[in-house]
């Protein structure tokens, strides 16, 4: 389990209403299905009603590569559609076994 708060300081010219969408946390959580990795990232604004989801699995092909599949759904997917609803699903190769 991770828990990552954030809070916007300085020049809020660029991107005023980031938080509206995203939040000031993110909390991530990490299960193992035998040899594979399931996690879940979300955020969310309590006092807005915007937030997103990302749902993660990782099944090892080598030693230090493993495939890897995300589905994200919501506000917050990248900085530049932060403010646009969007799902998302995502194939690719993970090089660690971070998650």
Known sequence: VEVKPWYV???TDDNPDITKYMGYYQLKIG???????????GQYN???GYGGAELGL???????VRLYTQVYSGYGESLIDYNFNQTRVGVGVMLNDLF
């Open 9 to 11: 300081v300085g020049n």
């Open 31 to 41: 299960y193992h299905l035998g040899d594979a990795v399931l996690s879940a990232k």
């Open 46 to 48: 309590w006092n807005t």
């Open 58 to 64: 990782s099944y090892p092909i080598t030693k230090h």
